[in-house]
């Protein structure tokens, strides 16, 4: 037995994981960090058995943000060469949801950048989400539009809308150095407007925007406490033309015990890998599903993913199966080998 053992014992029998814990799993060395993984991946499983929860973004509005968060593409002075436009029409978002239902999805994410919705804002959205919920009955819907307004998510809530997203993003004590358009208590304050309006609370963070270890812990309390029954766990993606262009702090294995501090600290909330997947876990991902229970398929809001198909066979590969779906994820089986017809034998360059 580990102490990593030891600890999941504990949770397992009801202990809450103190920060001095928290700590010691974040700071799990390179070598411990297969170990530590299979620790941890046993709270998964006790929760969520191999089931993985597959989310869909739909960008309804992107660029154009007046705030000025520093890790964002979208953000006021970010010169990333993103995709820019307003408002989509309904038929357009919902032709979007479609695509993510169709591809395996149960919760569709409806996203809009700036800071706050505007009344006829959240009328417009109220409207594309009843259109949704007409077609797909059974489908949650995520609305994410930035900070809220007295009555604003009583109105999301009444038109169908079931969780609210606004992430804090990192701890109160880093806040104010990666933004300074709006403050964290001004961030949960929407949460705790959502959640009062009856809307599930979906919060989480991005790590690798300066933050120190405590820091990172003192962000997974905080939505511990905050009660987010969701936490997504983007990993920074330091997109060119922002002021955390070239920052990369995290690799795959750092990524990995980031996910097993969150679940450690929330073992029975929802998990989300989310922005970052890709490029920081890398060829790591599955192990990343043993630990988090939750992603996006597909694109990101301003950055694209992986093929959506390589998404649903990572899920097959590593034998887990999508929450609410009928089927198991299908898997992929290719036409047979590739003949090499390139390197030796060939006049083709190597494949090194
Ligand atoms: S408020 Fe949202 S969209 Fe605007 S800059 Fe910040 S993170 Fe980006």
């Not at 229970?293 to 590593?318: H, K, M, V, W």
């Amino acid at each position: 037995m580990t102490e990593h053992d030891d600890l999941v014992e504990a949770i397992l029998g009801g202990h809450r994981t103190t920060e001095a814990e928290a700590l010691a799993v974040l700071r799990t060395s390179d070598e411990d960090t297969l170990d530590l993984v299979s620790a941890v991946a046993r709270l998964r499983r006790a929760y969520f058995g191999m089931t993985v929860k597959v989310n869909y973004l739909v960008n309804l509005k992107s660029g154009l943000c007046p705030e000025d968060c520093g890790y964002c593409s979208q953000a006021l002075g970010s010169s990333s060469e993103i995709l820019r436009y307003t408002w989509l029409k309904a038929d357009e978002a919902l032709e979007q949801a479609r695509a993510g239902l169709d591809g395996g999805a149960t919760r569709v994410c409806m996203v809009a950048s700036g800071r706050g919705p505007t009344d006829r804002d959240v009328e417009r959205v109220a409207g594309m989400v009843g259109a949704i919920k007409e077609e797909h009955p059974q489908t949650e819907v995520c609305a994410c539009l930035g900070l809220l307004k007295e009555g604003q998510a009583e109105r999301l809530r009444a038109a169908g809308v079931d969780a609210y997203n606004h992430n804090i993003n990192t701890a109160e004590s880093h806040h104010d150095s990666i933004v300074s358009t709006h403050t964290y208590a001004d961030r949960v304050a929407t949460v705790a407007k959502a959640q009062g309006a009856g809307l599930s609370a979906c919060s989480g963070l991005i790590a690798g925007l300066g933050e120190s270890d405590e820091q990172l812990v003192e962000a997974l309390l905080a939505l511990r406490d905050l009660g987010s029954e969701s936490i997504p766990v983007n990993f920074l993606m330091p997109f060119d033309g922002t002021p955390k262009q070239q920052t990369w702090e995290l690799t795959p294995l750092r990524c990995l015990r980031i996910l097993a501090t969150a679940r450690v600290l929330a073992p029975q909330r929802e998990i989300r890998i989310a922005a970052g997947r890709e490029m920081h876990l890398r060829s790591l991902q599955t192990l990343g599903l043993h630990l988090a229970n939750s992603i996006f398929l597909g694109d990101y809001l301003t950055s694209e993913g992986q093929a959506a198909q390589d998404d649903l066979a990572l899920l097959a590969d590593g034998g887990f199966t999508i929450l609410g779906a009928d089927e198991v994820p299908g898997e992929r089986r290719g036409g047979g080998p590739a003949i090499r017809r390139r390197g030796a034998g060939t006049t083709e360059a190597a494949n090194a």
